[in-house]
């Protein structure tokens, strides 16, 4: 089994269980405070991206999703 499990939630966030380091795009960590379970925002309308606030929910939004195999990569030349 997988150290870190990322579970998409219908109509939520990216709920992201395991120990995991945040990092915004200059590689500067995010303080997480010990937690291992968060939630990463999804809907774009959160007051504290990347995590999820809950905005989703006053937001009305809306995405179902159901897990599907992705293509291979293409090969390397």
């Known amino acids: 089994m997988p150290d870190v499990k990322v579970t998409v939630v219908n109509n939520g966030p990216l709920l992201i269980d395991g120990e995991v380091?945040?990092?915004d795009q200059e590689g500067?960590?995010?303080g997480l405070g010990g937690r291992t379970k968060i939630g990463l925002c999804r809907?774009?309308?959160s007051e504290?991206?990347?995590?999820?606030?809950?905005?989703?929910?006053?937001?009305s939004f809306q995405s179902v999703v159901q897990a599907h195999e992705l293509p291979p990569?293409?090969?390397k030349s």
Do not use: I
Not at 48 to 59: A, E, I, L, T, V
């Open 21 to 23: 380091e945040v990092v």
């Open 28 to 30: 500067h960590a995010y």
């Open 43 to 45: 809907c774009g309308f």
């Open 48 to 59: 504290r991206k990347p995590f999820c606030d809950g905005s989703h929910k006053r937001s």
């Open 73 to 75: 990569p293409p090969a």
